[in-house]
């Protein structure tokens, strides 16, 4: 298992592991954090605190449709082992103060989706793990682009003060780019600072988001997918809008 984002030290609650298993090879994982197991692509038979559940998991890959999770709580335990190739995301927080809830499988059919924007800055959202579902901290979903060359996370906004507005909470991307050679652009800023940060992310980078806005935007002729994992002491989805581009979405 690949650690892409280490809690405690680029993140203060988040941690995320991708792993691809070959066929029949097994990956086990014992009791600990909250986390939520994302499958990227391909299946899985699991067995779940002894249980057995069948098999899981059931895309070719991320820009193909939604794929099943796996909630495991932190007193739960879970065994995977690939049936062919597969891909996984492991999401992983400590729980809060909120209870978790119980383990178990999300399945891809189960997953909220809504388009979200419109021409170049249009984009499907599927929430995975939602703030209204029973968990502890960990909020997550995928965002992917059906058109190329197309901006994400617009108009821009950000979650790291806390206000009516807004709620404190850091962020976690896993991207996926198509045609895989091609390459996004991560903006960052800060309009309290005066921050300014941009960053080219390849297929299979991931980043930590903790401060600013952070729309992105892909190459042109290429495809953009990432998954998204939030987590703070709250577990609350809500976010400030950056006013100077609240305009965009307010567009008929």
Partial sequence: MTSLIRAGEQTEYISLDVTAAPDGESLELGRGDERLVVFLSGRASLTLDGRECGVVGGRVDVFEGAGDAVYLPPPSAAVLVADGDCTVAVAAAPAGSRSPGEARVIPAATQREVVVGSGSWGRTVRTVLGPDDAASRLIVGETVHAGTG???????????????????????????????????????????????????VHDGDAAAITSGFHPLVAAPGHGLWYLWILAGAERVMRVYVDPRYRWVSEQR
Avoid at 169 to 192: I, K, N
């Fill in 150 to 200: 197309t901006w994400s996370s617009f108009p821009p906004h950000r979650h790291d003060r806390e206000s009516a507005e807004e709620a404190r909470l850091e962020e976690v991307y896993h991207y996926r780019v198509h045609p895989s050679g091609g390459f996004a652009v991560q903006v960052r800023y800060d309009t309290d600072t005066g921050a300014e940060d941009l960053r080219i």
